[in-house]
C-alpha cells in the first residue's frame, strides 16, 4: 500500500505561480511512476504530467507544456509540481498518483493509488 498526500493548493492570481507537493508513504515510493491529474466541476479527470520511475521520463499534457514541471525526490519520498504561468483554466482540484507502469501513464487506470487531492484556483 501507498498512501498520498497533496499539499500546496490555494489561490492565486493568473501568472502566478505555486509548487504542489505529494508526500507518499507506505511501500517504495521509488519503484513507482508518479503522475499528476486535474478534475474541474463537471468535467473528466484529465492527465497534467507523469514521470516514470525506471527512467525518468516525464510526460506532460499539452496544455500545461512549458509551463508545468514534474518532479521527484525519493530520499524525501516526495513529488512535486512546479505550476507557473497560470491561468484561469487551470483551476481544479489535483490529484497525485502512484502507478506501477511505466507505459500508458497518461491515463488513470493505470494507476494503484490516489491522494485526497488539493484545490487550485487561479482568478483572471
Known amino acids: 500500500q501507498v498512501q498520498l498526500v497533496e499539499s500546496g493548493g490555494g489561490l492565486v492570481q493568473a501568472g502566478g505561480s505555486l509548487r504542489l507537493s505529494c508526500a507518499a508513504s507506505g511501500r517504495t515510493f521509488s519503484s513507482y511512476s508518479v503522475g499528476w491529474f486535474r478534475q474541474a466541476p463537471g468535467k473528466e479527470r484529465e492527465f497534467v504530467a507523469a514521470f516514470t520511475w525506471s527512467s525518468g521520463t516525464t510526460y506532460y499534457a499539452n496544455s500545461v507544456k512549458g509551463r508545468f514541471t514534474i518532479s521527484r525526490d525519493n530520499a524525501r519520498n516526495t513529488a512535486y509540481l512546479q505550476m507557473n504561468s497560470l491561468k484561469p483554466e487551470d483551476t481544479a482540484v489535483y490529484y497525485c498518483?502512484?502507478?506501477?507502469?511505466?507505459?500508458?501513464?497518461?491515463?488513470?487506470?493505470?494507476?494503484?493509488?490516489w491522494g485526497q487531492g488539493t484545490q487550485v484556483t487561479v482568478s483572471s
Open positions: 498518483a502512484a502507478s506501477r507502469y511505466t507505459s500508458g501513464v497518461s491515463t488513470t487506470y493505470r494507476y494503484d493509488y
